[in-house]
């Protein structure tokens, strides 16, 4: 049997309510229409608000397996959203659009998805892994697998360790070490009889261990994005997206180790980041770029990402903080950001944009964020 390795699979959507109470509601709205009154509009579910946004992301920027205006690596993340929808609703739709996503993708031959940009392969190994658990399909596993071993390939060379952000080993940066550290950790939980030297778990705890000591995270505690030639923290840009990773990696590791140093780092990196990459509101906001809407296409997906892997953290860690930025950021997202096409903008505390300027960058991360919290969040008994 496989092992569910992702967040969004730990809890179901509950059933639809049964007829009797949708016949109720129909009688009730007709009721107060002859009454002249306006209509009972009953609270929008989570749920439904990500089935919502995941259609309208479909219906606009979605066609024959791609997503319009979309690079490489953000392809991956419109993926993400349809593998939620898939996990929540178990549609055959969906899993067709898995599917055609992995034909319509894949570099030269079938099922090869090897990059020059080291974090660009690591962003599909993670939905392969995911398709494989929901699917049980191999060519998913397969593909991940080949993904991994293809970004193991650059580790070394200069700072003592990690990977590299391209196969011309020009720059150690954060992003690919995350996702390396991810994609290592989930095989691990994949793989049977999984130990030793070379494995996948050995590797993990070679990047975690590499990660934590390599000086990319600043004396605030956020994540850096990356080195300088001399092996110091380059003080670059603390984006949402490079403290959103290393969360799920982390608790991953802590989870299958029992090592309490990873989850302890995680919740470090995640009570900065919700201390200083938020509105006064508690929503998530990108520092690095949204104030002067400078974002560009890449940028524009960071939020989305953060807000998916700081849930993930909060399956193992369900620390208030972040629970009131799940909430405060997803509520924003629907009341404040959303078009009336169901699209989505730059600012997840709003204004909303006009719908013809929305970028599918934009819309997928906002539909990420939205179904990353549309099932119930796990409490889990909390550390000591």
């Known amino acids: 049997m496989r092992r569910s390795v992702h967040p969004t699979q730990v809890h179901r959507r509950p059933r639809p309510a049964s007829w009797p109470v949708a016949a109720a509601s129909v009688a009730l709205a007709a009721l107060l229409a002859a009454c002249g009154l306006p209509p009972v509009r009953p609270p929008i579910t989570p749920a439904a608000r990500a089935d919502a946004a995941a259609a309208a992301l479909q219906a606009n920027?979605?066609?024959?397996?791609?997503?319009?205006?979309?690079?490489?690596?953000?392809?991956?993340?419109?993926?993400?959203?349809?593998?939620?929808?898939?996990?929540?609703?178990?549609?055959?739709?969906?899993?067709?659009?898995?599917?055609?996503?992995?034909?319509?993708?894949?570099?030269?031959?079938?099922?090869?998805?090897?990059?020059?940009?080291?974090?660009?392969?690591?962003?599909?190994?993670?939905?392969?892994?995911?398709?494989?658990?929901?699917?049980?399909?191999?060519?998913?596993?397969?593909?991940?697998?080949?993904?991994?071993?293809?970004?193991?390939s650059d580790w070394g060379g200069d700072c003592g360790g990690g990977v590299y952000w391209n196969h011309s080993d020009t720059y150690k940066n954060a992003i690919p070490n995350e996702l390396f550290l991810e994609v290592a950790v989930l095989l691990h939980e994949v793989t049977p009889g999984d130990s030793g030297s070379g494995s996948y778990l050995a590797w993990a705890e070679r990047e975690a261990?590499?990660?934590?000591?390599?000086?990319?995270?600043?004396?605030?505690?956020?994540?850096?994005?990356?080195?300088?030639?001399?092996?110091?923290?380059?003080?670059?840009?603390?984006?949402?997206?490079?403290?959103?990773?290393?969360?799920?990696?982390?608790?991953?590791?802590?989870r299958v180790t029992g090592d309490p140093r990873y989850l302890d780092s995680a919740e470090r990196i995640a009570g900065a980041a919700v201390r200083v990459l938020v509105t006064s509101g508690g929503v998530v906001y990108e520092r690095g770029c949204e104030p002067q809407g400078s974002c560009g296409a890449d940028g524009a997906l960071f939020k989305g990402i953060f807000v998916t892997n700081l849930w993930w953290l909060y399956r193992y860690d369900p620390n208030p903080a972040f629970l009131r930025v799940l909430q405060a950021t997803s509520a924003s997202i629907w009341t404040q950001d959303r078009t009336q096409a169901d699209t989505f903008g730059l600012h997840f505390a709003g204004p909303a944009p006009d719908p013809v300027l929305v970028t599918v960058q934009q819309d997928i991360s906002a539909a990420m964020a939205l179904a990353a919290t549309a099932t119930p969040l796990p409490t889990p008994a909390r550390r000591s």
């Not at 791609?66 to 690596?73: K, N, P, V």
């Not at 690591?122 to 398709?131: L, M, T």
């Open 61 to 152: 920027f979605y066609e024959n397996g791609r997503y319009a205006g979309a690079s490489f690596w953000q392809n991956a993340q419109g993926l993400a959203v349809v593998l939620d929808e898939y996990q929540r609703t178990h549609a055959a739709g969906w899993k067709a659009d898995i599917a055609q996503i992995y034909r319509a993708n894949a570099q030269g031959r079938p099922g090869n998805y090897r990059a020059s940009y080291v974090d660009d392969e690591g962003w599909w190994a993670v939905d392969w892994i995911r398709a494989w658990d929901l699917t049980g399909d191999p060519a998913y596993l397969t593909s991940a697998k080949q993904i991994f071993a293809h970004m193991a």
């Open 209 to 254: 261990d590499w990660f934590l000591g390599s000086g990319m995270i600043n004396a605030a505690g956020l994540v850096n994005d990356g080195l300088t030639p001399g092996c110091t923290n380059n003080g670059q840009t603390t984006w949402t997206y490079n403290q959103g990773v290393i969360l799920a990696g982390l608790a991953e590791l802590s």
